[in-house]
T-cell receptor, first 111, second 110 residues
Framework: DGGITQSPKYLFRKEGQNVTLSCEQNLNHDAMYWYRQDPGQGLRLIYYSQIVNDFQKGDIAEGYSVSREKKESFPLTVTSAQKNPTAFYLC??????????FGQGTRLTVV | QKEVEQDPGPLSVPEGAIVSLNCTYSNSAFQYFMWYRQYSRKGPELLMYTYSSGNKEDGRFTAQVDKSSKYISLFIRDSQPSDSATYLCAILREGYKLSFGAGTTVTVRA
């Protein structure tokens, strides 16, 4: 089946640790996105990428990093510099200037 | 000013009622408009998308865009309890950026 796969579904991070969230798509989409969702809030853009080996900061990039070495993959690293990382993280992909499709999300909790 | 404004509700309606959801946006250059439905603890699911002013229908759902007023709407006819979810409007900005409203939580009472 074509789609976007995020893993893991749940992730726990200790204070001071870096963690990496996986996002893979087999839709042959050019663009990929990472969003953060906090309870009762909409989606805020962290990073996005239009093509391989290129990505841009979104509205809340501080404390996060990404890479885009393959068209299918766009992993997000939550670094220790992110002071409030507990949230629901959503990955999406799209063709050029069209609607985006989302994965099922990763819920990150700091313990 | 936020690029996309959406009343977070919550909105509670009886089964069979029409649900009306609205968003406003700030930049008249925006061209592509979407509505997503999100169930609790799940990823958003695309409901409808449009790039022109006017109405677009898909079953019980109608998306409406008024570019002159910078206003977009989603109507759900004959609402069902299974329509209970959070509805998010989204607008495609320049350079692939998708901006979302805060989402409106809808409950359809049986």
């Amino acid at each position: 089946d074509g789609g976007i796969t995020q893993s893991p579904k749940y992730l726990f991070r200790k204070e001071g640790q870096n963690v990496t969230l996986s996002c893979e798509q087999n839709l042959n989409h050019d663009a990929m996105y990472w969003y953060r969702q906090d309870p009762g809030q909409g989606l805020r853009l962290i990073y996005y990428s239009q093509i391989v080996n290129d990505f841009q900061k979104g509205d809340i990039a501080e404390g996060y990093s990404v890479s885009r070495e393959k068209k299918e993959s766009f992993p997000l690293t939550v670094t220790s510099a992110q002071k409030n990382p507990t949230a629901f993280y959503l990955c999406a992909s799209s063709r050029m200037n069209t609607e985006a499709f989302f994965g099922q999300g990763t819920r990150l909790t700091v313990v | 000013q936020k690029e996309v404004e959406q009343d977070p509700g919550p909105l509670s309606v009886p089964e069979g009622a029409i649900v009306s959801l609205n968003c406003t946006y700030s930049n008249s250059a925006f061209q592509y408009f979407m509505w997503y439905r999100q169930y609790s603890r799940k990823g958003p699911e695309l409901l409808m998308y449009t790039y022109s002013s006017g109405n677009k229908e898909d079953g019980r759902f109608t998306a409406q865009v008024d570019k002159s007023s910078k206003y977009i709407s989603l109507f759900i006819r004959d609402s069902q309890p299974s329509d209970s979810a959070t509805y998010l409007c989204a607008i495609l900005r320049e350079g692939y950026k998708l901006s979302f409203g805060a989402g409106t939580t809808v409950t359809v009472r049986a």
